[in-house]
């Protein structure tokens, strides 16, 4: 069946360093690729998405970068701050309205 | 902005009991909405679909009988874990396709703020 994999698991990063989270999806007929940043027991926070026809997408620290052909979508974070610590989730749509969610990345920035 | 409001936020009670949890759109109607399950430090995972007026659609593997749907109106879905074990203990979170944006299949989904169910 469809799948996404996400890459790393968990991330630590000093402060201000960037921060790469990639992932690879499998349903070509796939078009909208959302992110979503958790923090611990709290609700998934959508922080930027991107659409079938772009090919990257920037919204101050964070861009999305996607490619069709490899099926690979990326989310990258600059200058990353202590509050950036949180676990982040990619997706890639599935029909009409759903998700398929990536396993999750747990990124710590360190202070 | 979409507003998803998920209540009770915490629940404990002992094995057999069934427990409602609620879904609503505070400032949007929602035709669809989704109910997730979430394992500790584990992705989300779909078990359905909750579609107003007619039957959930319920994704492979996922009990239909156990996890009881209703989408009682345009702003609210229902998820009843009926009888639940501890083995149902879990962090169930619903979402919403945002009204706002795009095209068929280009809506963000709102999320609730989850439900922490835990059975002793």
């Known amino acids: 069946g469809e799948n996404v994999e996400q890459h790393p698991s968990t991330l630590s990063v000093q402060e201000g360093d960037s921060a790469v989270i990639k992932c690879t999806y499998s349903?070509?007929?796939?078009?909208?690729f959302p992110w979503y940043k958790q923090e611990l027991g709290k609700r998934p926070q959508l922080i930027i998405d991107?659409?079938?026809?772009?090919g990257e997408k920037k919204d101050q620290r964070i861009a999305v970068t996607l490619n069709k052909t490899a099926k690979h979508f990326s989310l990258h974070i600059t200058e990353t701050q202590p509050e950036d610590s949180a676990v982040y989730f990619c997706a890639a749509s599935r029909g009409t309205y759903k998700y398929i969610f990536g396993t999750g990345t747990r990124l710590k920035v360190l202070a | 902005g979409a507003v998803v409001s998920q209540h009770p936020s915490r629940v404990i009670c002992k094995s057999g009991t069934s427990v409602k949890i609620e879904c609503r759109s505070l400032d949007f109607q929602a035709t669809t909405m989704f109910w997730y399950r979430q394992f500790p430090k584990q992705s989300l995972m779909l078990m359905a679909t909750s579609n107003e007026g007619s039957k959930a659609t319920y994704e492979q593997g996922v009990e239909k009988d156990k996890f009881l749907i209703n989408h009682a109106s345009l702003t609210l879905s229902t998820l009843t874990v009926t009888s639940a074990h501890p083995e149902d203990s879990s962090f169930y979170i619903c979402s919403a396709p945002s009204p706002d944006r795009g095209g068929i299949g280009h809506q963000p989904q709102h999320f609730g703020d989850g439900t922490r169910l835990s059975i002793l």
């Open positions: 991107i659409r079938s026809n772009v």
């Open positions: 349903d070509s007929a796939s078009n909208y």
